[in-house]
C-alpha cells in the first residue's frame, strides 16, 4: 500500500426499491482521514429504508480502517431490524463480515464494573490477612527457636563461616554511618536541651539530658532503624532472590533447612553486633553533645564529663544494649521472613524489601513504646 493516497470518497442514494445504497470510492486506508457514518444515519434517519447496499465499483485500496466503518453499518442495519447486502463488496471484506456474524459476542465478555464490597466483607478479609500474618510470624519464630535448639545441641545444618560474614557486613561496615547519625542525634539534643534549659539558667544539666536519653533510648533506637533499613532491607533482598532463583527449594530438595543454613547465621549475627553497635552508638552521641556544649555552650568540659558519668547509672545502661540486642533480633526476623516469603518474580523482591524495612521499624518503635510503659512501672 504505497505510493500516492486517493482520499476516500463516501456517496448515499436511494434506489428505486427503497433501499439505501452507500457508494465507495478512492482509497480507504486507515491512515487517512475516512469519511464517518454520520452521513448515512442522517439519510436514514430522513426516511426508512428497506436494506442497505453498497457500491464498491470506484473504490480503490482498503485496510482496518474500510473494515471498521463497514461494521458500523452493521450494527446500524442490526438496531433497525434491517436487512445489510455484503455481495457487493471485495471478497475478503465479505469474508471477514460472514466470520464476525457467525461468532457473536458473549454476553459476559463485556468488562462490567465490580459491584462495591461491603463494608464488613472488608473487615472480615482484613482480619483474614493479619490472622494469617501473625500464624505465619509465629511458624516462623518456632521454626528459628527450633534451629537455635539443635544449634546448641551440635545438630544443626549451620556453618559459622557464614555467621562470621554476616557479622562483618552488619558490624564494622556499618561504623561509618551509625557514627554519623548518632554524632548528629548527640548534638541535635544538646543543642535543643541547652535551649531550653538556658531559660531557667541549667544549661549545665544538658549533659544529663544527653546522657540519659542516648543511653536510654536514642542511640539504641537510631541504631536499629539504620541497621533495619541497611542490614534487614539486605536480607530480604538476598532471600528474595534466592527464592526467586529456586535456590531455596533447591536446599529442600537436599534435605538442607533453609532456616537453619540461611536464617540462624544472619539471626545470630545481629543479635551479637547489635549490642556493640549501641555501645559505639552512646560514645559517639556523648560525644557529639560534647562538641556542641563546650564549643557552643561554653561549658567546661571536665564538668560536662563528671555530670554525663553521675547521670548513666548501670541499669540505664543494660536497658539500652537489652534494647539494642532485641531490635536486632527483631531486624533479622522481619527482614529473613520478608525474604522467605518473596514470590517468584523481581517484582517480588522489591516488595519484599520494601515490606521488611516498613515492618520491622513499625516494630521497633511500638516495641520501645511498650519498654517505655513497662520501664516506668517497674521504676526503672
Known sequence: MSGEVNSARLA???????????????DWLARAGLPGIESVETEAASQPFSALEFDTSALGRWNSGLMVFLVKCHELCAKRSIECRVQTLPAGMTRLIKLAEAVPEKKDAARTAAAPVPFLERVGEAGLVVQAGGLSMLTFLGQNALALAALLRGQAQFR?????????????????????????????????GATQLSHFGATLYVADLVS?????????????IIMCGRTGAAFAAQLGTMKV??????????GISPVEFLVLPRVLALIFMIPLLCVFADVIAISGGFVVSTSMLHVNPALYLHRTLAAV???????????????????ALTG????MQCGSNAAAVGQATTSAVVTGITTIIASDGIFAVLCNALNI
Request: proline share 1%.
Open 336 to 339: 529473613c521472613l520478608r525474604g
Open 245 to 254: 532463583n529456586q535456590e531455596v527449594e533447591a536446599f529442600q530438595t537436599f
Open 12 to 26: 448515499v442514494r436511494r434506489k428505486a426499491d427503497g433501499a439505501l445504497v452507500v457508494e465507495l470510492g478512492g
Open 160 to 192: 559459622w563461616a557464614d555467621s562470621l560474614l554476616v557479622m562483618q557486613e552488619c558490624g564494622p561496615q556499618a561504623l561509618g554511618i551509625v557514627a554519623l547519625i548518632n554524632f548528629l542525634i548527640g548534638s541535635i539534643l544538646a543543642f535543643v
Open 212 to 224: 540519659v536519653s542516648t543511653f536510654r533510648e536514642m542511640s539504641c533506637i537510631m541504631t536499629g
Open 313 to 331: 547509672s548501670l541499669s540505664t545502661f543494660l536497658l539500652g544494649i537489652f534494647k539494642g540486642a532485641y531490635f536486632g533480633v527483631v531486624v
